[in-house]
């Protein structure tokens, strides 16, 4: 890949306080900063891949943070802000009264080839939807795809832009999305109507939108499709299940309701009467999954794909990635739930990011259960936390941020080795098919109570990966299901509809 650095890194610092920029300076080093964290009363923190450093010794004032709000845009709604003709961001946490208390200053750059890896499926003219963790990067190869799909291909290419994150701040869009037209949203609840809007005033052939999350958004993304307009977007979630189980936006995949079969046709199909089946087409043709930068999941038929989930039947996809040379490698996967298997096994060996924790005392807790534990010190590569619960109560920064990626915290009494022992037992550390089976042998017998009159029954706690078996059995058999609780002791309820 190639960074292109067109939003100098001085862009930022301008707006930075003299003494902050100053001290960013001596540890900015080969250019891989990511943001720049400015609380209130706290030193700054300046965040890379792998590290985070706290700059000079100075806590951030009321000044400082007015003096850098006085030089950049206006914040929207949605309390982001940029500086203009740049791909830099500025977001703002605010008090009770709304004054802003704290900045996140996140350093923008423009990385050309990204879009290599999905564009043969976007030259086709279908539509394709873009799925993955926040992070990892889904902007990035939608902010090239619109500058691909513009220059290369000269198609009349609208990007609908509610943050000014793919074509950044100002009135002058971002050289960075070619010569696609960008149009801004006022506020996020109407990106909706501007969606709308652009496809009846401006006669494009492909719209580019960030981040569907309503279901008006949803239905504004049909009626495009409707229209013959190719729609590229990106949408919350990490995979066709999590949009499959979405009830707000499972219509961008056709919908899932439920269908009573008659006595035959259940015979046949060897199934309950009451079954799951996609309700309508779906707005997009091709689903891709990011699940690492530059290594995607493809779903080239959607539809196929959602029916056989629904079935329990096999659906090829295809694994790609960049190669060393940068070429396209593709390789055709197993079916998606062995795939999703596979994922979920892989990360099995825990990456655990440690935050008031002796590091010597979990390793030694792990090395007397035969567990494979990856410490790491980059909070974005992990998929567990642990800390105590003293910490826990007190929230810092770090312990926000990881409730913000998703990623499940467990909070210990005390710093000691019976303690870490009790957690690594708590945590799901292998793929034991009897713990499987008992979990949904558990959900199955709930099923069947509560379809007998009783009103609701809590099943025992479970790592994401059971909780995620157990509802979609609660949707084949046509119950409603929803998870509670913390982790490790986070666990669904069976009720009936």
Request: glycine share 8%; with cysteine; hydrophobic share 35%.
């Amino acid at each position: 890949m190639q960074t292109v650095d067109i939003d100098d890194i001085r862009s930022l610092l301008a707006v930075m306080p003299p003494h902050i920029a100053s001290d960013l300076k001596q540890e900015i080093g080969n250019g891989d900063l990511l943001e720049i964290v400015m609380d209130l009363g706290r030193l700054p923190e300046a965040r890379f891949p792998n590290r985070e450093i706290l700059l000079g010794d100075h806590e951030v004032t009321e000044a400082d943070i007015q003096h850098v709000t006085s030089l950049i845009g206006t914040f929207s709604g949605d309390n982001r802000a940029g500086l203009t003709r740049t791909l830099h961001r500025i977001s703002a946490i605010r008090n009770r009264e709304g004054k802003i208390v704290g900045l996140t200053c996140r350093v923008g750059r423009a990385v050309m080839g990204t879009a290599k890896i999905i564009q043969d499926l976007v030259e086709t003219g279908n539509n394709v939807l873009l799925m993955g963790p926040p992070g990892i990067g889904k902007t990035t190869i939608l902010r090239e795809t619109a500058r691909v799909l513009a220059d290369d291909l000269k198609k009349r290419v609208i990007v609908v832009d509610t943050s000014n994150e793919i074509a950044g701040d100002g009135d002058i869009p971002h050289p960075a999305i070619g010569h696609a037209r960008r149009m801004q949203v006022p506020t996020p609840t109407l990106q909706h109507a501007v969606m709308i809007e652009a496809v009846e005033n401006h006669m494009p052939e492909v719209i580019i939108i960030d981040e569907i999350g309503t279901s008006l958004e949803a239905e504004a993304a049909r009626t495009i499709a409707e229209r013959g307009v190719q729609l590229v977007g990106t949408a919350h979630g990490n995979s066709l299940e999590n949009l499959m189980m979405n009830p707000t936006l499972s219509d961008l995949i056709g919908g899932i309701q439920t269908v009573t079969l008659g006595d035959e046709e259940a015979r046949r199909r060897h199934t309950q009467k009451s079954v799951l089946e996609r309700k309508a087409p779906p707005t997009f043709d091709i689903v891709v999954e990011i699940q690492e930068r530059y290594k995607v999941l493809v779903h080239p038929d959607v539809a196929h794909a959602v029916d056989s989930v629904l079935h329990s039947k096999q659906s090829r996809s295809e694994v790609r990635w960049l190669g060393p040379d940068g070429s396209v490698v593709k390789e055709q996967s197993a079916n998606i739930q062995e795939t999703h298997r596979q994922a979920d096994e892989k990360k099995q060996v825990l990456r655990v990011y440690l935050f008031g924790i002796n590091r010597p005392i979990l390793e030694q807790a792990a090395h007397e259960k035969g567990l494979s534990v990856d410490i790491t010190d980059d909070l974005r590569l992990s998929n567990i936390l642990i800390t105590t619960k003293n910490y826990f109560r007190r929230k810092p920064q770090k312990l926000r941020d990881a409730e913000t990626l998703g990623i499940p915290i467990y909070a210990i009494r005390g710093n000691s080795l019976q303690q870490l022992r009790h957690c690594l037992d708590s945590i799901y550390t292998g793929p034991r098919d009897e713990v499987v089976d008992s979990a949904l042998d558990e959900a199955l017998q709930a099923i069947d109570e509560v379809k007998s009159g009783k009103k609701e029954i809590t099943l025992s706690p479970q790592n994401s990966f059971i909780r995620r078996l157990q509802h979609m059995l609660a949707e084949k058999h046509d119950v409603t299901s929803s998870s509670s609780g913390r982790e490790p002791g986070r666990r669904v309820k069976i009720a009936n509809n």
